[in-house]
Every structure is written in structure tokens, then in C-alpha cells.
């Protein structure tokens, strides 16, 4: 239960309480009802297979945080506070990316991992999307009993920031600022079209009826996209595009 490579312990690893914390969440897997806010059916225990991708998960997102802001990423002084990307996150757990999205939907909706996806125009006018912010709340770390050991870890982080800081002769806000210089600010989103619910269940079936088959990821939304004349790349999350041209220039009406 926990990814390629494990969290470090000792010296050259992370500070202690990250790997204690990885150690105390893997006693959820043999007592779900430790903590009913990770059971996502109330009426019926979490699937083994679930709980084993949680426990990978928050290791392997464990290994990547930064005590002083309990972001998922780390202060760099030339291009600021780097988050980590999802590619990030599914090489170094060996899950595939749904594999992967699950449990931090699971951790967000627990109210242990807070998640932002912000998005700005660039230079040419078109909206991009940035890598997620995902922030770890205190709320995680008191359910494993180390609340006060985490407010004397971030304290002493929040200092080493600091002195790193005045050692290279700039502002912390350099250090933890997130750089968007080549973007402008958004003023408002487009409106997305309405998507047609029909297809969509007929869309989610066809893709559970393969996982069901012990197929997953994009091994079962490219056969399901093209059961439907949809671009390979398609998902609901997408939003109703109206009509999409894939690759070939072939037009699909969604």
C-alpha cells in the first residue's frame, strides 16, 4: 500500500511528521470506520482496491508537501511556488490518472485536501487552465492525531522560509508567489453549453461496463468515445463542446 518509493525516513527525508502521517492514514485500510469521512457510501464500506489507491495517493502527495503553506509543491527562488501536476502524481504512485483523481475527490470531499484549478488568458487571448493548487488542511493531520506536532512543524518551516529567503535577498512572497507573468488576469468565463444528460448516462455506462471488465483509464475512454463517434480524448468533465474536430478533421456532434 504505498507507491514505487516510499516516503524517506531518517536523515535526508522529509521532516518526521510527513512519513508518521503516511504511516497513521494506512491504519484506514484494516479500520474503515476510523474515519467515516473517507467512506464515500454511508450504507456500505469503502472497496479494498479504493482505499489501497487512497493510501498510495496521500503517501506519494505526502513526500511532495510544503509544511510552511501545506501546499502540494515546492518554493523555488527563480520561478516561485511550483505546484505539482497530476503527470507528477500518476508517475510516482504507478496508478493511472483515474486511478489517481478518485482519491483526491475522496480527500477533497472529506474536507482534507483543498483543490483550485485556476485559469488565465495568455498572450493570444485563449483560456488555459494552470496546474492545480491543492492544499492539505489541518483537518487531515488532527484526524490522525498530529495537530499539535503540525503547528511546531510549520512554525519551525515558516522560519526556515524566511531565513532562505533573506540569505538570497528576497521577499518570502518570491519564494511562495505563484508566477503568472506572461497571463492576464480572467474578467469572465464562458458560458458553457448545455451538455445532452441522455448521452452522457449512455456515455458513463458504456465506460462502467468496461471497468467492470477490469479495464481503466484511457484504455476504456478511447473504445467508448469511438463507440460513440466521440474525439478520443472526450470525458463529461470536458463540458458539451457542440462540435469537436478531432485529429483527422473528422467532425463529431456531441
Known sequence: MSPPEPIKTGPGGPPRILSLAAEKSKEWFCHPDKCPALNTHPARQTRSER?????????????????ASLCIGVPTPANGFINVDMKTIVAETGLGQRRCERPIGVLKEAGFLNVKQPRCLNAEGAYIGLRAIRVFTEKFFDWLGLLPMLKKKRERASLTLRRRATRLGKP??????????IFKPI???????????????????????LWKRGI???????????QFCYPLDWSPGKGALGVNQSATGRNYEL
Open 216 to 226: 481503466e483509464g484511457q484504455e476504456a475512454q478511447r473504445p467508448t468515445n469511438q
Open 172 to 181: 518570502v512572497s518570491d519564494l511562495i508567489g505563484r508566477v503568472a507573468k
Open 51 to 67: 482505499r489501497k489507491a487512497c493510501q498510495i495517493v496521500i503517501e506519494a502527495v505526502l513526500k511532495r508537501l510544503d509544511l
Open 187 to 209: 474578467t469572465k468565463l464562458p458560458k458553457r453549453p448545455p451538455m445532452d444528460v441522455e448521452k452522457v448516462r449512455a456515455w458513463n455506462r458504456a465506460l462502467t461496463d
